[in-house]
C-alpha cells in the first residue's frame, strides 16, 4: 500500500483547455488513439530504463520490462502501469504541466553522443498523455523515478488545475489510472482492452500484459533481416494480418530501405481476389506504423489504386507525425516511400514473370485486371506495368499461351510499325472475326482482348517500344502491300456490277452504318465491320452502354469482299432490276450476320423475320428468279 501527503496544488498554461477541446475533437478520429498513446509512453520509459542498465551498472537488476493493462469495471477504471525509468516531482510537474513539452525529446538531449541509436522512442510525452481526457474525466500519476526511493502523485480533471503528492511505497515506474467517463465505461472490460491492444500496440517490443495473458506476441518480422525469416513465418504473419486461418500468401516482398527515406516494409499477395467474387471494391490493407507504433490502418496512400490487394505493413523510423499521429507533417515522406514501395513491387512482379511465368500467369489470372488500371492512373510507371500486361493472341488456337507485349515484338517482323488487337465478348467470337483474315493470310500476330478494359488499356498506352497500338477494325488500317491488292473505293463503278450492289446495301442499310464500301482486308467472308475514324469499337461501346444505356450507339463502316462468291453471286444477280428487293434484303442479313459475329443481335425481330423471307425464297423453285 503507498501513501500520499503533502499535495501541492499546481496551474496548466493557459492553452491547456483549447489543447484538450483540439485533442476531443479535431485531430483524434477514434478514442482508441488514447490507449495507444499511453501505451507507447509506457513503451518509451521502458526503452529509456532499458538503456540507463545498460551503462550504469547500479541500477540493473533482473525484473522483465514490462506493460500492464488492467480494467476495473465496478470502479470504472484503466490501469495502465510501466516498471520503466519513472518520474520525479519535477518531472511530472514539467512533463504532464506544460503543453507539448517532450520528455523523450528532452531524455534525447541527455544520451552521450553514440547512444542513441540503442534507444527506440516513440510518440512526444506530455502531448499524447493528455489523450487520456478522451476516455477519462479524472486521471492519476503514480510514479516513482529509478533516481529515488519514494514517489509521487499526479491528479487532474484536465479542467484548468492539477495537484502533486508524496506517494512512499510505489515500486519504480509509472502507474496512470483512469476514471472513465460513463460512454467510455467499455474500455473497462478486458476484451475491449485486448482488440485495441492488438490494433495499436500489437509490435510493441516490450511485452503487454491483460491478466496472465501477453497480447502483443506476435513476432516484428519486418525488423529481422529478409534472409533469417522463414516462410513459414511469412504465412503466419499474413494470417495475422489478414485473418485468413490457414492460408499462405501468393508471394512476398520484404524490404529494408535506408535511402532516401529509412523504413521497412512487408508485402503480401493473397491467392485469390475477392473483388471478382463479387465482394466489391477492395480497401486498401497496407498498415502504416513509425517504429511499431500503428498510425493508421488500411493506408491508402502507401501505394496506388491499382495495387490495393496487397496486404502488409510499413514501418518508419523518419515518419515525422503531428501531435495526433493521425495527420503526415509532411507528405512528401510518404510519396517517397510510395514511389520506393511501388518500385519494389514491380520489380517483384518482373523478376516473377521472368524466372517464374507459371506462377505469373497465376498471380495475373487474379489480379490482371487491377494491374490494368494502373496503365491510365500511373504515368510515371506506365512502361513498366504495360511489360507485365499479357494478352491472348491468335497465335495460340486455345488462348491458353497469354503473350507479353514485348514477346509479341521479338515475333513480329523486322519493318513492322505496330501491335495489333482485336477486342470482343470472349475468345470464340473474335477469332470468328473476318477481321482476321487477312492477318492469318500474312502470318501476323494479332492480340485477342476479352476484357472490356483492355481497350481502355490499349488507348491510354497507345504505344509500346515505339510500335503503335492498333486496333484491326479500324478503318484507316494499314499492312505493306495492303493498298496494291483492291482497288479503292473511288475506282468502283457506280452502275451495274459490284458498284450497284454497295449501293443497294447503302439503301437498305440506311443510317445503321457511316457508309458501305469495298473491303482491303477481307479475303474468305463476305463482309465486316469496321470503325469509322474517331469511332468506338463494338467492345467499347458495349461498356459504356453496360453504364449507361442511353448511350448512344456509334455508326460503323461495312465492308464488302467483292471477290467472296456470294457477292460475285449478288453481282450476276444485279444486272435485272427484279433482284434488288432480294439483295437489299440480303444486305440486312449479312449486316446483321456481322453484328452477331461480334457478340450483338441487332434488331431480333426483324431479323427472324428476314431469315425466314430468305428461306422462303431459297425454297422456290431456281426458276423463279430471273437473271
Known amino acids: 500500500m503507498s501513501t500520499v501527503t503533502n499535495r501541492q496544488q499546481f496551474t ?104 542513441k541509436a540503442d534507444v527506440s522512442l516513440i510518440g512526444q510525452f506530455g502531448v499524447g498523455f493528455y489523450s487520456a481526457f478522451m476516455l477519462a474525466d479524472s486521471v492519476r500519476v503514480r510514479s516513482r523515478s529509478y533516481k529515488e526511493t519514494s514517489g509521487w502523485e499526479w491528479e487532474s480533471d484536465g479542467s484548468g488545475t492539477f495537484s502533486v503528492a508524496e506517494a512512499e511505497g510505489l515500486p519504480r515506474g509509472t502507474e496512470i489510472i483512469l476514471h472513465l467517463k460513463d460512454d467510455a465505461k467499455e474500455f473497462a472490460d478486458d476484451y475491449r482492452i485486448k482488440s485495441v491492444l492488438k490494433t495499436y500496440s500489437g509490435f510493441v517490443p516490450h511485452p503487454i500484459k491483460v491478466g496472465d495473458q501477453v497480447v502483443n506476441d506476435q513476432k516484428p518480422i519486418w525488423v529481422e533481416p529478409k534472409g533469417q525469416v522463414t516462410d513459414e513465418q511469412h504465412a503466419r504473419f499474413y494470417q495475422y494480418l489478414t485473418h485468413r486461418a490457414d492460408e499462405s500468401p501468393l508471394w512476398h516482398l520484404h524490404m529494408a530501405v535506408d535511402s532516401p527515406i529509412q523504413f521497412r516494409a512487408i508485402l503480401y499477395c493473397p491467392k485469390t481476389n475477392v473483388e471478382r467474387l463479387g465482394f466489391g471494391r477492395l480497401e486498401h490493407g497496407i498498415s502504416l506504423c513509425a517504429k511499431r507504433i500503428l498510425v493508421q490502418g488500411d493506408c491508402r496512400d502507401l501505394l496506388p489504386e491499382y495495387l490495393r490487394f496487397l496486404y502488409g505493413l510499413v514501418d518508419s523510423e523518419d515518419l515525422p507525425l503531428n501531435v495526433s499521429r493521425e495527420t503526415l507533417q509532411d507528405n512528401s515522406v510518404i510519396r517517397k516511400i510510395r514511389g520506393v514501395l511501388t518500385k519494389g513491387v514491380l520489380d517483384k512482379l518482373s523478376a516473377l514473370a521472368t524466372e517464374k511465368p507459371d506462377e505469373y500467369l ?136 459490284f458498284g450497284k450492289v454497295l449501293d443497294l446495301f447503302r439503301s437498305s442499310l440506311g443510317d445503321r452504318v457511316e457508309s458501305v464500301r469495298a ?58 432490276p427484279e433482284n434488288e428487293p432480294f439483295i437489299r434484303l440480303c444486305g440486312l442479313q449479312l449486316w446483321a450476320n456481322t453484328m452477331v459475329l461480334e457478340g450483338e443481335t441487332a434488331e431480333p425481330e426483324e431479323m427472324v423475320a428476314r431469315v425466314q423471307a430468305l428461306m422462303e425464297q431459297a425454297a422456290q423453285a431456281k426458276s423463279s428468279i430471273i437473271i
Open 12 to 115: 496548466f498554461q493557459a492553452e491547456i483547455k483549447q489543447l484538450l477541446q483540439l485533442l476531443s475533437h479535431s485531430l483524434y478520429q477514434s478514442r482508441e488513439i488514447a490507449i495507444r498513446e499511453l501505451i507507447s509512453n509506457a513503451s518509451d520509459a521502458l526503452d529509456k530504463m532499458r538503456f540507463v542498465a545498460m551503462t550504469e551498472e547500479t541500477y540493473r537488476d533482473a525484473s522483465p520490462l514490462e506493460i500492464v493493462v488492467e480494467g476495473r469495471p465496478d470502479a470504472r477504471e484503466l490501469v495502465i502501469r510501466d516498471n520503466g525509468i519513472g518520474m520525479t516531482h519535477d518531472e511530472l510537474v514539467t512533463n504532464l504541466g506544460t503543453i507539448a513539452h517532450s520528455g523523450s525529446l528532452e531524455f534525447l538531449k541527455n544520451v552521450p553522443a553514440g547512444g
Open 362 to 497: 497465376d498471380f495475373y489470372k487474379q489480379f490482371g485486371p487491377t494491374l490494368k488500371e494502373g496503365i491510365a492512373v500511373d504515368p510515371t510507371n506506365r512502361d513498366r506495368v504495360a511489360k507485365l500486361l499479357r494478352f491472348a493472341s491468335s497465335r495460340s488456337e486455345d488462348g491458353s499461351e497469354p503473350t507479353g507485349l514485348e514477346d509479341y515484338i521479338k515475333r513480329a517482323p523486322a519493318d513492322s510499325k505496330a501491335i495489333y488487337y482485336l477486342g470482343g465478348p470472349d475468345l470464340a467470337s473474335i477469332r470468328k472475326s473476318p477481321n482476321l483474315e487477312i492477318f492469318r493470310k500474312r502470318n501476323l500476330e494479332v492480340l485477342l482482348l476479352t476484357d472490356p478494359i483492355d481497350e481502355f488499356v490499349m488507348t491510354s498506352l497507345h504505344a509500346f517500344d515505339n510500335k503503335t497500338l492498333t486496333s484491326i477494325d479500324a478503318s484507316d488500317l494499314e499492312l505493306p502491300g495492303l493498298d496494291a491488292e483492291k482497288p479503292t473505293e473511288a475506282e468502283e463503278p457506280t452502275t451495274g456490277g
Open 519 to 576: 473491303s482491303k482486308r477481307l479475303t474468305d467472308s463476305p463482309c465486316c465491320l469496321v470503325n469509322a475514324d474517331g469511332g468506338l469499337s463494338i467492345q467499347m461501346q458495349r461498356l459504356l452502354k453496360a453504364n449507361n444505356r442511353e448511350f448512344p450507339a456509334s455508326r460503323r463502316i461495312l465492308e464488302v469482299n467483292p471477290d467472296a462468291p456470294l457477292i460475285q453471286r449478288l453481282v450476276q444477280l444485279s444486272a435485272n
